[in-house]
């Protein structure tokens, strides 16, 4: 087949494609609609009982009817503001993505330290009293939505899908997810489980220190995403490759997966380079984040059955690099 035929053959492909309808294109978890325009929003949730206030910032578009909520926790020492590459493409997709602020383990723990005191600053913060702050935050922040969305003429009304609802985070703030979706204490009890919760995306995932991994994770009963890198080492806590890659395994059966990026280090989840990094960013780090993140959201909150079978399929391998590794369960 000569080259002049074969380049005629991609362009009637390509025609044909683009004069589908969004429904009937091939499903792809990257594309956005040119029309979406993200809003953001700060707000602040008052916890009346602890005395306590949690800082928010909201990415949503326009909708006509209520969408799914995805709620993100930051890791130690970082903010609301942190992580907009994720809040702007799952707003673009149609969630309202709520991303909570930790007082305790945010940015004012190490922003007014001398340089030479910040680290001593960060260790001392992740501590249990604040992994037990942020764990309650989530149920306060939830509640909350729920208020604001059958309040008329609140900006947030009437807008968001309750019972369809995200829960996600990096580092400590993975911790957390794993606390509030489904993670056993040492004692055996899902403590902070909220039922609320639909689904649930861990980035740089910790196991217990104390206590059996498989004991710790074997009642989770919803879909689990879990990511980390094969040099994911966290600067606090002695987080490490070996503890992130031992959740995975210890999950039970049904929608669970698993994404370790080849050389991705801790800040590859992030906006920005850590202190201590070696490796160069790597451009495609979030290109696979922003893709599966997106896909398991489609199948697990919007009840996307294309995006089921992409997720369950050879979709993550065409976002993926060669040494990337790829499981579900």
Known sequence: MNRRRVCKLIFIVVMSVSRLS?????????????????????????DEVRKREIPIRIYFCESTSPVPVVIFSHGLGGSREG???????????????????????????????????????MQKAANTENLLLRVKDVPVVIDQLERWTKTDRHVLSARLNMKKIGMSGHSFGAVTTQAVSGQKTPQGVALFTDSRITAAIALSPTSPKRGRAEEAFGGVRIPWLVMTGTKDFGLVGGGDPESRMKVFPALPPGDKYELVLDRAEHSAFSDRALPGDTEKRNP?????????????????????????????????????????RWLTK
């Open 22 to 46: 969004p429904q009937d294109r091939p499903y792809d978890p990257m594309t956005v609609q040119d029309s979406a325009k993200i809003q953001t929003l700060d707000l602040t949730v008052q």
């Open 83 to 121: 992580n907009p590459y994720l809040g702007n493409h799952w707003a673009a997709r149609g969630y309202v993505a709520v991303f909570m602020q930790h007082h305790g383990s945010d940015a004012a723990v190490w922003q007014d330290k001398p340089i030479g005191e910040r680290m001593k600053a």
């Open 284 to 324: 495609n780090h979030h290109r696979a984040i922003l893709a599966i993140s997106t896909a398991f959201w489609d199948a697990w909150l919007a009840d996307n059955p294309a995006a089921r079978l992409w997720l369950n399929g050879d979709g993550p391998r065409s976002v993926l690099e060669t040494n990337d």
